[in-house]
């Protein structure tokens, strides 16, 4: 996906985190993905390799791996009152050039945050970020702001670079040695690093976009480690000498979306329809070999928002009927969905334009390499496509990103056309609410609101399924970051 993605944002969130090993190693890891990191510039472009690359060369001020926070840079942070937050950064934090990091850093890039439009939904009430002290960090908003630990876990912190036109400088675990924007990027261990230098001392993120050439290239051994490994290939990678395969539930929602601007997905009876049309659970067991879960919303069920009365359903087709009279004057709509950025996605979309042709809707699928889809849907062209998105820690970003009314900060993932009066009133008070019951209420309001309204149609939650060396030490991340400091080679 493109600079929003959020699957995306919510790989934004994930931070530094893990068992660091010992530092005497020499391990070189070589990961293969389906697609390379866009850019050095931190929120600049929020898609999931790109944030995945990052978090290894960025550290933020308060870790997440996408379910649970803890201190990062910042030691500490506190709430003296509704409207302003203090964080306290630890000592002896150096940049990848040997500068110290200080609290004017952090404020440069938290200003420079609320200003990007990859990422300015992050920050929506901060009015004000000063630098009190080396180590002190005042940040004041226009309203009480529950969720700011949270949002702050997906900000960068980085200085700029002493000669013109260089890359920004971090204090991550790892700096760069060479990246290709698309393509790869080999990283080397910072040593200098405040948790110390990490074992594997050479990182390098391959750009491998056919699955086939990654699961080849880790049986001759020139990579260590595989994401999103086809489900009917776990049993015979298991029983490969020298491999292993691991697995573990996702926080990405795989989803439907419609264009609410174009026919004839103005009508909710007709979005309505398209929902009752597709078997999730068939879709689950058939496109994806079971290695996923069948959901009827966006937000997981580890994160803060979820709605356990909204459940999967099976296809209805009573309540689709409704496509039969569209389909007969309509013309065939193109799926459109970016080839190999999610696991069986070319049999997912296959699924689904069968059961959506089956109920009297003719749907075809488009595969689209990555970079066009996104272009395509950067400028809202796509009716009809598959999406993934992973909420983290709190729903709240995410409705905002997803179902607010394009306005400023808000409405950035929006390319449905989705406008709800109401639903943008409660996704601006969620975060206000500093009673956690409160704001539960309010995101349960917002998501049966979307469900009923329909946007968009969640599928499944995938599990990710990891194929590396057998010596490789690795536990896979809810966020899918893959950070090189918590790896080793036994």
């Known amino acids: 996906m493109g600079r929003r993605a959020l699957l995306a944002w919510c790989a934004c969130l994930a931070a530094c985190g893990g068992a660091t090993p010992p530092a005497e190693s020499t391990a070189s890891v070589v990961v293969a993905w389906p697609q390379g990191a866009t850019t050095l510039s931190p929120d600049d472009n929020l898609e999931e390799f790109t944030i995945g690359l990052q978090r290894n060369l960025y550290d933020t001020l308060i870790d997440s791996d996408g379910s649970a926070l803890r201190p990062g840079l910042a030691e500490s942070w506190a709430t003296p009152d509704d409207h302003t ?6 000592r002896g934090v150096r940049l990848h050039d040997g500068r110290s990091l200080d609290a004017s850093h952090v404020v440069a890039c938290l200003q420079w945050a609320w200003t990007r439009q990859a990422s300015a939904s992050a920050l929506p009430a901060v009015v004000s970020a000063e630098a009190t002290d080396e180590r002190t960090v005042l940040v004041r908003t226009q309203a009480p702001f529950a969720t700011l630990a949270v949002r702050v876990a997906g900000v960068a912190i980085w200085a700029p670079p002493l000669r ?6 971090g204090s991550g675990p790892y700096r760069v040695v060479r990246f290709t924007p698309g ?3 080999v990283l080397e261990a910072f040593e200098d690093h405040w948790r110390g230098a990490p074992s594997v001392r050479r990182l390098e993120f391959r750009s491998v976009p056919r699955v086939e050439e990654r699961l080849r290239l880790l049986k001759k051994g020139e990579v260590q480690l595989v994401p999103d490994v086809p489900a009917g290939e776990l049993a015979s990678l298991a029983r490969q000498p020298g491999l292993k395969t691991l697995a573990r539930r996702g926080l990405r929602v795989v989803f439907l979306g419609m264009d609410q601007g174009a026919s004839p997905f103005r009508d909710v009876a007709i979005r309505r329809a398209v929902r009752a049309a597709i078997d999730r659970p068939a879709l689950v067991a058939d496109a994806l070999g079971g ?6 919303q966006i937000v997981a069920p580890e994160v803060f928002g ?9 296809a209805d087709a009573e309540a689709a009927r409704p496509l039969r009279a569209i389909g007969q004057r309509a013309p065939v709509l193109d799926l459109d969905f ?18 959506l042709t089956a109920a009297g809707l003719p749907v075809r699928p488009r595969p689209r ?4 889809w996104d272009a395509a849907r950067d400028r ?7 999406m993934g998105w992973m909420a983290v820690n709190d729903a709240t970003a995410s409705f905002e990103f997803l179902f607010h009314s394009p306005a400023g900060a808000f409405g950035v993932e929006n390319v449905f056309g989705y406008a709800n009066p109401e639903v943008d009133r409660l996704i601006e008070e969620a975060p206000q609410l500093l009673d956690a019951s409160q704001r539960l209420e309010i995101l349960y309001r917002v998501a049966r609101r979307v469900h009923d309204d329909v946007p968009l149609v969640p599928l499944y939650r995938q599990l990710d399924l990891y194929a590396t060396a057998a010596n490789l030490r690795f536990e896979p991340r809810p966020d899918r970051v893959i950070l090189g400091h918590a790896l080793a080679i036994d």
């Open 183 to 185: 393509g790869d990027a």
């Open 380 to 386: 809202r062209e796509l009716r009809l496509f598959l």
């Open 338 to 355: 970016p080839t190999g950025k999610y696991r069986a996605i070319e049999a997912v979309a296959q699924r689904v334009a069968a059961d």
């Open 164 to 169: 013109k036109g260089g890359a920004p400088v």
């Open 291 to 296: 290695q996923a879960e069948a959901v009827a």
């Open 85 to 90: 937050w203090i964080f306290r950064l630890r």
């Open 369 to 372: 390499h990555w970079k066009e």
């Open 306 to 314: 979820h709605d356990s009365t909204l459940q999967a359903l099976a």
